[in-house]
């Protein structure tokens, strides 16, 4: 199946990871993946039920808005952002 690509400033062809889901086991909130978004396609939240209600994560806001930099993940101490290619459909 074909994935989309796209090509560097220079003219080589890379293929975007883009953001797939985020481990909640995981991820300690810590929010560097939120700030160093560029796209704005993460956000903050309590995603947790009422014993740990203080407990705020990273959650995916507006996936549609992300171009599959995986700048999130490089900066994730704790590796807990999933990533995957966009396979395209004709
Ligand atoms: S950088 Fe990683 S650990 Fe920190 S909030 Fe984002 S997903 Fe969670
Ligand atoms: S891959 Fe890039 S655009 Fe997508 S959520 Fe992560 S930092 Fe934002």
Avoid: H
Avoid at 8 to 37: A, H, L, M
């Amino acid at each position: 199946m074909p994935l989309y690509q796209g090509l560097n400033y220079g003219g080589s062809e890379w293929t975007p990871q883009f953001i797939k889901d985020i481990d909640q086991e995981t991820c300690i909130g810590c929010g560097r993946c939120v700030k160093v978004c560029s796209q704005g396609t993460l956000g903050f939240g309590n995603l947790n039920d009422d014993e740990d209600a203080d407990r705020m994560q990273s959650k995916i806001d507006n996936k549609n808005n992300c171009i599959g930099c995986m700048a999130c993940g490089k900066t994730c101490v704790k590796k807990a952002i999933r990533f995957e290619a966009k396979v395209i459909k004709y």
